[in-house]
C-alpha cells in the first residue's frame, strides 16, 4: 500500500474529505481524539484545511482523503487514521511527516497528548523516541527535534 498513498500539505478545497474522515470515526475514536466526544462540524474540517495557524497534512489513497495530521505552532500535534485503514504503519509515516513540516516551521520540540487507552498513539510515540509519560488521566509525549534529520518530501 505504501506506494499507492500520497502525503500532501492540506488545501482549502479538502475540507469536505476531512469533514468525511472524521464523520467515519467512532464515538471512542473522536474520545480519544478531542478527549470527551465531540463530533466535528463543517466549520472544523474548514478549519482543519485552511492552515492558517497550523499546517495539516492528509494521507490519500486512490482520490480518497484517509488519515490527516495537523501540527500547531507550538509544537503540538494530534492525528487520525480512517478504521479501515489502521495497522498498515500510516501513523507512524504521518507523524514522521509531521515532524518534517516542524522542522521546517522552525519548532524545535514536538508532542502531544493522548490517553492512557490510545496504545497505537503510545506505541508510535515510543517507537519514534519520544519521551512518553503518564500525567495522571492522560498521556504527554514530547520530542527534541533540533538534531532529526528527518526529511520527507510532500507530493
Known amino acids: 500500500m505504501s506506494e499507492q498513498i500520497t502525503l500532501r500539505i492540506a488545501r482549502k478545497e479538502d475540507w469536505q474529505q476531512i469533514y468525511q474522515l472524521y464523520s467515519s470515526l467512532t464515538d471512542e475514536d473522536l474520545y480519544l481524539r478531542y478527549f470527551h466526544l465531540y463530533k466535528p462540524t463543517e466549520d ?16 490519500e489513497y486512490q482520490g480518497k482523503i ?9 509544537g503540538e500535534f494530534a492525528l ?13 509515516k504521518l507523524v514522521l511527516a ?10 524545535s520540540k514536538v ?13 508510535i510515540g515510543r517507537k519514534l523516541g519520544f519521551n512518553v509519560k503518564l500525567n495522571g488521566d492522560e498521556v504527554y509525549a514530547e520530542k527534541d527535534i533540533e538534531k532529526e534529520n528527518v526529511v520527507l518530501t510532500l507530493a
Not at 44 to 59: E, Q, Y
Not at 66 to 74: F, R, V
Not at 98 to 107: P, Q, T, V
Open 44 to 59: 472544523d474540517a474548514k478549519r482543519i484545511a485552511d492552515c492558517l495557524d497550523h499546517r495539516t497534512i492528509v494521507v
Open 66 to 74: 484517509i488519515a490527516e495530521g495537523s501540527i500547531y505552532k507550538d
Open 80 to 92: 487520525v487514521v480512517h478504521p479501515e485503514y489502521r495497522q498498515l504503519g500510516l501513523g507512524t
Open 98 to 107: 509531521l515532524i518534517s513540516e516542524a522542522k521546517k516551521m522552525g519548532i
Open 111 to 123: 508532542r502531544f497528548y493522548t490517553l492512557p487507552e490510545n496504545t497505537p498513539m503510545i506505541k
